[in-house]
């Protein structure tokens, strides 16, 4: 396959899930790393391990970790968490604190998937946005 025009960098690969391939062939060829949901404790240790092994294959790359969660944000921001498979049916107040859990194990992308919502998505998209990314400021990584 060529592709047209021809690109003047590399085009960033992120590898998902396993591929069938090793963590370490992963950390070496991927540009970065996305994963399914997982325990915290099992997420904190790929993220670890990932980060470890790309960091001894190419000395002072960053390697982004990113993962999927199914959400469906109620409107009472005080809905404790249910979990519904791949993610949780919350309010805004935990989905924060899943946010800064996420953050502190070394996630540093994470895509919401609201498959499941039964709220209306522009008032989760309005909510997220006003309410919960505000909290989190944008930096270089």
């Known amino acids: 396959m060529k ?84 993610g949780f049916r919350l309010g805004r107040n935990y989905l924060l604190e899943l946010l800064y859990k996420f953050q502190a194990i070394g996630v540093i992308y994470l895509v919401f998937v609201p498959y499941i919502a039964k709220r209306a998505m522009g008032k989760m998209i309005q909510e997220i946005g006003e309410k919960i990314l505000p909290k989190f400021t944008t930096h270089d990584v």
Not at 41 to 62: I, R, T, W
Request: with cysteine; proline share 10%.
């Open 3 to 86: 592709l047209m025009p021809n690109p003047v960098t590399s085009i960033p690969t992120m590898v998902i899930e396993f591929c069938q391939q090793s963590i370490e062939r992963i950390a070496e060829h991927g540009d970065g790393w996305m994963q399914y949901p997982r325990s915290f404790e099992e997420q904190a240790l790929l993220v670890k391990d990932c980060g470890e092994l790309s960091g001894m294959k190419q000395l002072g790359v960053f390697k982004p970790f990113t993962q999927t969660l199914y959400i469906d944000l109620l409107g009472n921001p005080n809905e404790l968490p249910t979990k519904v498979p791949l």
